[in-house]
Each structure stands twice: as C-alpha cells, then as structure tokens.
T-cell receptor, first 113, second 114 residues
C-alpha cells in the first residue's frame, strides 16, 4: 500500500469547515483513498472513499487532485462531536479483492467551541 | 446485534497466562480483520480472514499469536504466554464482499498484562 502523510494535529472552530489534507504521492492506479476517524475510546469509523472523482456523502466530502497525489477531507460544518483522529489510507483493489487497510498515525482534529 | 461485537471488553491477566479474545462480525460479512492499538498510535494490522482462511497473517508479531475462524463467522484471537508488551486494545473489523469494502469496527477488547 502507498504511504500517506498527514499533519499531526489541527484545530477548527465549531460551525466552520474542517479541511484535512493528505499526501499520497506514490499512489498507484488501482488504489483508492479511504478516510476513517476514531473518536476517543471507540473503534475507527468509515467516513468516505474515492478513486479519482470527488465524492460526497452525509458525513463529508472528499476532494482528490487531478494527479491523485493528494486529497482533502472536508467536514462542512464541524461540531464538537467531530473531535477525533482522522486517518487517510490508500488501499488497492485487484481481481482478488481488497488489500488490507493499513493505518498511519492520522490527524488529531480538535473542534473548538 | 447489528454491529461487530467483541468480548471481553476488558481483560486483565498476569504475565505468562493464555488469553482468548472473541469477535462476532456483522452477519454476512465474509472478511474479518484483527488489529491492535497501543496508546497514541494508529491501529496495527495483525491478520485478515476471507471466509475461514487467513488471507494475510503478515501482521502477527510472533508465534505466540494465533487466530482462527473455523466456520467463517466468529473469530478468536489467541495469545499464549502473554507479555506486558501485549497490553493494548485489540480491534476486530468485518466487511462485506461487495460494495465499497469499508470496514466496520467493534469497540475493541482492552487487554492489560500485569
């Protein structure tokens, strides 16, 4: 799996958009970008994933650059409950199925009242 | 239940003892993963099952760790001769064979080796 680079920590004011960057410059053509988050003392939670097009769901938006070497997770209106560690992961998919999910150290997002 | 269930939620044991941790995945999910997480670190991959067989066990740290999934549903992670360094939260996740492949995690089993 390609490695990812994320800032160690970020702050965001409550109600504002939180933009979490991720670099994955060695991503290959069959690798997807996944985002998970982990709220304190809970298991990680899936947020969103994409290959090359921008994606949006009820939780967040994922913006992937055209060269796919970086992406940004956007939480449009951050709340205190969004305080968590956010993990950016690249994960390959071949004819045999998905590769394992390898977590890094993630970005600790602190939403401030 | 609807989610991934892990038992026990907490386990305290003494160095050298044997421990079993159980994971009950979401019904119909053929893939099952075990991770362990130490304080301040991201989850560390241990092993991945596709059905009954281990598709990738490259993360198991040594031969004291073993996992089984005999009927392709419930899985048990077994740790022999526990050491203080085995203390961590052990996370289990499952995923369905089709769709986005997203993992659904349980709440974890916190293991403390004294």
């Amino acid at each position: 799996d390609a490695k990812t680079t994320q800032p160690t920590s970020m702050d965001c004011a409550e109600g504002r958009a939180a933009n979490l960057p991720c670099n994955h410059s060695t991503i290959s053509g069959n690798e997807y970008v996944y985002w998970y988050r982990q709220i304190h003392s809970q298991g990680p939670q899936y947020i969103i994933h994409g290959l090359k097009n921008n994606e949006t769901n009820e939780m967040a938006s994922l913006i992937i650059t055209e060269d796919r070497k970086s992406s940004t997770l956007i939480l449009p209106h951050a709340t205190l409950r969004d305080t968590a560690v956010y993990y950016c992961i690249v994960r390959g998919r071949g004819s045999g199925g998905y590769q394992k999910v390898t977590f890094g150290t993630g970005t600790k997002l602190q939403v401030i009242p | 239940g609807a989610g991934v269930s892990q038992t026990p939620s907490n386990k305290v044991t003494e160095k050298g003892k044997y421990v079993e941790l159980r994971c009950d995945p979401i019904s119909g999910h053929t893939a099952l993963y075990w991770y362990r997480q130490s304080l301040g670190q991201g989850p560390e991959f241990l092993i991945y099952f596709q059905g009954t067989g281990a598709a990738d066990d490259s993360g198991l740290p040594n031969d004291r760790f073993f996992a089984v999934r005999p009927e392709g549903s419930v899985s048990t992670l077994k740790i022999q001769r526990t050491e203080r360094g085995d203390s961590a939260v052990y996370l289990c996740a499952s995923s369905q064979p089709l769709g986005g492949g997203e993992l659904f995690f349980g709440e974890g089993s916190r293991l403390t080796v004294l």
